[in-house]
């Protein structure tokens, strides 16, 4: 647990901001200068819509014409430029190409793919290297829809799971309950005791990557710990300043400042795992593009 202690505690600068700059900090780029990207997306699927029924291709519209290597090597320029995004985050710039201007042509251009790719292919597809290029185009695109709809969901939930409390502060108070713990659970019965213990010892957050982004924890014994103090006092005689009492109810408190604290990790890795898709997804699609360019010219 101090392993992720410390990568959850690492300096951070914290600045106060309204709901509409939170909002617009995850989704401006969708609305960057007045919808600019999402005009030209429009236009372009206008001309080329346009173009292929208005360009007369015999026998019919295929890929191997000359209009389909015209869209094709408009949709490989693009997707090489789509590319770039990553590199481009690396280089904080203002102004017309400002990040979240390269973010927003990315997001528009890359939609503008569904039509160009598709109205490349002359809607004739076949289980060939061609059809997997398109495929693996469909599937990033897809994957980078589901990225957009994360972006613009979950760091509102994220916020409103804090409760106005950072991810230090979740964490101080984790670790505040386990000394009270520690303290309160002195006089308790050795077997009482041990189940206390064993909240103490367990990593709360261990279990791995499926565990994070799944929010389950079977064996929490911190869940089994109220769970049997609790069974025990009910069949206890009543006492005044009963020891097991406080200690389940810290118990408790620590299992609600877990949940939150978990589900918080759940959420930014949410945020997160799209990328695992995206990503390879990006590099197999290259891949396929380049053994398809290839074979398009060999048979040229």
């Not at 590199?87 to 528009?108: C, D, E, N, P, Q």
Request: glycine fraction near 8%; aromatic fraction near 12%.
């Amino acid at each position: 647990m101090a392993s992720l202690f410390a990568n959850l505690t690492g300096p951070k600068k914290r600045q106060k901001t309204t709901g509409r700059e939170r909002s617009s900090a995850h989704d401006g780029f969708l609305r960057h200068a007045g919808y600019r990207w999402l005009k030209i997306f429009v236009l372009i699927c206008l001309v080329i819509i346009a173009s292929y029924f208005w360009v007369d291709v015999q026998p019919r519209h295929n890929g191997g014409s000359w209009y389909g290597y015209t869209l094709g090597t408009i949709g490989v320029l693009i997707i090489l430029w789509l590319t770039m995004l990553g590199l481009r985050k690396r280089a904080m710039t203002a102004g017309s190409w400002s990040l979240k201007a390269w973010t927003s042509a990315h997001v528009y251009l890359g939609l503008s793919l569904i039509v160009i790719g598709t109205l490349h292919t002359g809607f004739q597809l076949g289980w060939n290297i061609h059809t997997l290029a398109y495929a693996l185009m469909m599937v990033v695109i897809i994957s980078g829809i589901f990225g957009i709809y994360l972006y613009a969901t979950l760091p509102q939930k994220l916020s409103s799971n804090r409760e106005e409390m950072t991810e230090t502060q979740m964490i101080e108070a984790l670790r505040s309950f386990d000394r009270q713990l520690h303290d309160a659970a002195q006089p308790l019965e050795p077997e009482q005791a041990a189940l206390v213990q064993g909240s103490l010892e367990q990593d709360p957050f261990s279990g791995g990557f499926f565990k994070r982004i799944t929010g389950k924890y079977p064996g929490c014994k911190t869940r089994h710990a109220i769970a049997e103090l609790r069974r025990a006092r009910t069949y206890a005689p009543r006492t005044d300043n009963n020891p097991t009492e406080k200690v389940e109810q810290l118990l408790e408190r620590k299992e609600d400042t877990m949940w939150r604290l978990r589900k918080h990790l759940q959420i930014k890795a949410m945020l997160q795992v799209w990328l695992y898709i995206h990503v390879p997804m990006t590099f197999a699609l290259i891949a396929a593009l380049s053994a398809h360019i290839v074979s398009v010219f060999f048979y040229w």
